[in-house]
């Protein structure tokens, strides 16, 4: 295992994110025998930076990951969660939410901790002193029971500046939706020059974009194994970000041992691209980004607000599929599958989902589009 050092620490590069663990028909009923087994193997080989969240598995992922945990010396592990901030109802509850962390948790502190998700919907409310979430956790790590604070972002650059002029001096790592399509799409670039300015190192997610870097089109992929014979879709963009200095820690939502075993072997050596390397993949970015899909990760936020209870990222992946295939009979056959309150059509366009969705989609407009095609299919 490659491991970056952090003031004085030093954390496996490759890290288990626990927002996508095994689990079974419903997204909350985590498979906490596979769970064990994954965090065995992880630990075994190395890894030892472990992040949740309030919101991940409805709530579930925090309570699993502390049974797993205290398995382990609390010494042998770096847990790292999250004040919610995507939901606007919790601001007025900074300190209740950590206190049922810490429980959930089974912890008596957090090695990180994050204000999650600052962008534009929340940077009022994260920098109003009315609610207090800054100060309560300057406290919390005051007197130890945060050893270090940090966030995570998914708003536009504006909004990271305006969030580092107010408490830049006292964040210690920012946490960003990167990858090789986001270099540009999410201004990850400026995002991760601005850190620099700062002195904050940067922490990863979505390296894999929800998983679809890791299903490279055979022409791309072809182009890059001629440079690279033996790398795979997985290892060119994890190798992308060990071409980043400012990358310390890449948070990975491994949802299966196959998933796990293949990121640890890629993680067991560090081959940054060279120039021309890094050029023609960043090439087949901008040729990937050119065509028509939405920029869901999957990470199930909206699916807590929808009144319909639509299954959104569901609907979303088959959207994305429907554009990309410029229409076709796959989209079409997998909603038959469904019932038809579950359909795009059954959207109401109150838009809260759009309320709490990390990537700004318009996905009462995509809805509303997905079900115009499919009526005319």
């Known amino acids: 295992m490659i491991y970056r050092e952090f003031q004085g620490l030093l954390l496996s590069n490759l890290s288990l994110g626990c927002m996508r663990l095994p689990h079974g028909e419903k997204y909350e009923d985590i498979d906490i025998s596979q769970v064990r087994q994954m965090v065995a193997y992880a630990m075994e080989h190395g890894v030892n930076y472990y992040d949740t969240a309030w919101g991940y598995h409805d709530g579930r992922s925090e309570t699993v990951m502390g049974e797993v945990l205290s398995d382990y010396p ?13 939901d606007l109802a919790n601001f007025d509850n900074v300190s209740g939410i950590f206190e049922e962390q810490l429980r959930k948790c089974r912890v008596d502190y957090f090695d990180f901790y994050l204000f999650h998700n600052v962008c534009e919907k929340n940077i009022d409310q994260y920098l109003d002193p009315q609610y207090g979430v800054y100060e309560y ?9 945060i050893r270090h604070l940090g966030f995570s972002c998914h708003g536009q650059p504006d909004v990271l500046r305006r969030f580092l002029e107010a408490y ?6 920012c946490q960003l939706q990167l990858n090789y399509l986001d270099w540009t799409f999410q201004n990850d670039i400026e995002k991760v020059d601005m850190l620099k300015e700062y002195g904050i190192p940067v922490w990863v997610m979505e390296p894999l974009r929800g998983g679809k870097l890791a299903d490279m089109a055979p022409d791309y992929l072809t182009q890059l194994q001629a440079l690279r014979p033996n790398e795979t879709a997985v290892g060119w963009a994890f190798r992308f970000l060990q071409s980043i200095p400012e990358v310390k820690v890449i948070l990975s939502g491994m949802s299966d041992m196959e998933q796990l075993k ?24 901008e040729q990937m980004l050119s065509k028509k899909t939405l920029p869901c990760t999957g990470c199930r936020y909206c699916t807590e607000y929808c009144p319909q209870q639509l299954n959104i990222p569901y609907l979303i992946k088959l959207y994305n599929e429907h554009n990309f295939s410029g229409g076709g009979f796959l989209a079409p056959m997998a909603l038959s599958k469904l019932e038809k309150d579950q359909w795009p059509s059954a959207c109401l366009h109150c838009r809260s989902c759009e309320a709490v969705c990390p990537q700004q989609i318009a996905i009462s407009d995509a809805m509303a589009d997905f079900a115009e095609k499919i009526s005319q299919g």
């Open 137 to 145: 956790l300057m406290e919390q790590k005051r007197s130890g029971r």
């Open 74 to 86: 609390r010494e042998s592990f770096y847990l790292a969660t999250k004040f919610p901030g995507y």
């Open 262 to 285: 293949e990121n640890i072997s890629i993680f067991e050596t560090d081959e940054p691209l060279d120039q021309n390397e890094m050029k023609t993949l960043l090439n087949i970015a």
């Open 168 to 173: 830049g001096s006292d964040l210690e790592f």
